[in-house]
């Protein structure tokens, strides 16, 4: 069964700090992948998302995700991490039909 | 548009109790979707529509969970009985068509506490 993986549970940094977000899928198809952030007391929004072309995305707020195939990766990084980054992050994988497979979510905090 | 509206922002129940779950998608969007957000599970789909139709209900925990699309513009996810393992958020989402591209417009989600 198609799967998300976010091994990250819960990361701590420090404000200016550059920031990584693992995120792997088990869907060998050609997939379309997007990560989804959700601030305190709000809802999801979609942060940035990569159908085809170049694998490395950019998205709002300075971050962007580096799709890398042989490694069924698409993880997100930001340079340097605000207090306002504060937010728990969705991984998600589509297939057609619409159909989100989330990962489990990753939790940032940082720290000013 | 006012976006995806979900009703009620809140609802706290007693064990047992029926809970029903309202959402209200964009206008002219085909697709509904449901999702569940726990702590130990992340966001997980339970049901989506397409053109008011159930397509995939694999989601679905329990026969205690049904959800309906009578019309274009309104679905209601129900818990009955419900128990305090089915707290958490509920998120409704709607999209315009269901391409793996399309992007999905998020309500603000139901959060449900169960006693």
Redesign the interface.
Known sequence: AQSVSQHNHHVILSEAASLELGCNYSYGGTVNLFWYVQYPGQHLQLLLKYFSGDPLVKGIKGFEAEFIKSKFSFNLRKPSVQWSDTAEYFCAVSQWGGKLIFGQGTELSVKP | DAGVIQSPRHEVTEMGQEVTLRCKPISGHD?L?W?R?TMM?????LI?F?NNVP??DSGMPEDRFSAKMPNASFSTLKIQPSEPRDSAVY?C?S?L????????F????TQLSVL
Request: charged share 20%.
């Open positions: 697709y979707f999702y957000q599970r992340g966001l997980e789909l989506y397409n397509i995939d998120f989402a999209s068509s269901g391409v793996a591209n399309e992007k999905l998020f309500g603000s989600g």
